[in-house]
T-cell receptor, first 114, second 115 residues
Framework: AQTVTQSQPEMSVQEAETVTLSCTYD???????LFWYKQPPSRQMILVIR??????QNATENRFSVNFQKAAKSFSLKISDSQLGDAAMYFC???????????FGSGTRLSIRP | GAVVSQHPSWVICKSGTSVKIECRSL??????MFWYRQFPKQSLMLMAT?????????EQGVEKDKFLINHASLTLSTLTVTSAHPEDSSFYIC???????????FGPGTRLLVL
C-alpha cells in the first residue's frame, strides 16, 4: 500500500527567508501524481503545487517549488521569501494515476516569525 | 475556476438528530466527489468516494448506514450523519474532481458539533 510520510510535525522560518518541507512516499507504481496542499487557519484546503511523476522537471509556482527525486521517492517543497500569509498546515499527498483517491501525509505546521 | 462550496459551514445539533451537509461544484461538473473527516491537528481521513449516479464506496471502518452519501447530480453530493452522537463532532470536508483530471478541489468544510 502506498504511504506518505512527513517527518517534520512543525517548522518555523523567519519572514523573507527560505524554508523546505520534507516529504517521502512509498509506492511500487511508476505513474502517479504528487501534490502539496496548504490548510491555513480558515481550514480551506488550497492546492499549492502539483507534480506528475513522468515529468523530470521540478514544478514551480511563483515562490513555491519542489525538489522531486523519483528514485529516492522524495518530494520536498521549498518556499522562498516566506510571507506571514504562508503560515499554515502543509500536507503532502500522493495519487496513483489509476486510482481516484489521494493519500495524505500527516502534515507539517509552518509558522512564520515576523 | 474549480470552486467547491459546502453548506452549512457549521452546525450544532442535539444528540440523536440527523444532519445533512451539501457539497456543490459551482463552475464545473464533478464526476467524483470525496468526503473527508478531520480531527483537530490531524490529517484528512477519507470517508467515502462517490460517483454521480452510483453508490458511494466507503473506506474501511466507516459505517455506511451512519454516514449516508448521495451523489444525485454532477454538481451536488450530500452527506447525512444519521442519529448523530457527540463522537461524530468533527470537521467534514468534501472535494471534487473534474472528469479525467487528477487534482481534487476542496470545499471550505463544515464544522459539526453534536451536543
Amino acid at each position: 500500500a502506498q504511504t506518505v510520510t512527513q517527518s517534520q510535525p512543525e517548522m518555523s522560518v523567519q519572514e523573507a527567508e527560505t524554508v523546505t518541507l520534507s516529504c517521502t512516499y512509498d509506492t511500487s507504481e511508476s505513474d502517479y501524481y504528487l501534490f502539496w496542499y496548504k490548510q491555513p487557519p480558515s481550514r480551506q484546503m488550497i492546492l499549492v503545487i502539483r507534480q506528475e511523476a513522468y515529468k523530470q522537471q521540478n514544478a514551480t509556482e511563483n515562490r513555491f517549488s519542489v525538489n522531486f527525486q523519483k528514485a529516492a521517492k522524495s518530494f520536498s517543497l521549498k518556499i522562498s521569501d516566506s510571507q506571514l500569509g504562508d503560515a499554515a498546515m502543509y500536507f503532502c499527498a500522493y495519487k496513483d494515476s489509476s486510482a481516484s483517491k489521494i493519500i495524505f501525509g500527516s502534515g507539517t505546521r509552518l509558522s512564520i516569525r515576523p | 475556476g474549480a470552486v467547491v462550496s459546502q453548506h452549512p459551514s457549521w452546525v450544532i445539533c442535539k444528540s440523536g438528530t440527523s444532519v445533512k451537509i451539501e457539497c456543490r461544484s459551482l463552475d464545473f461538473q464533478a464526476t467524483t466527489m470525496f468526503w473527508y473527516r478531520q480531527f483537530p491537528k490531524q490529517s484528512l481521513m477519507l470517508m467515502a468516494t462517490s460517483n454521480e449516479g452510483s453508490k458511494a464506496t466507503y473506506e474501511q471502518g466507516v459505517e455506511k448506514d451512519k454516514f449516508l452519501i448521495n451523489h444525485a447530480s454532477l454538481t451536488l453530493s450530500t452527506l447525512t450523519v444519521t442519529s448523530a452522537h457527540p463522537e461524530d463532532s468533527s470537521f467534514y470536508i468534501c472535494s471534487a474532481t473534474l472528469a479525467g483530471a487528477e487534482t481534487q478541489y476542496f470545499g471550505p468544510g463544515t464544522r459539526l458539533l453534536v451536543l
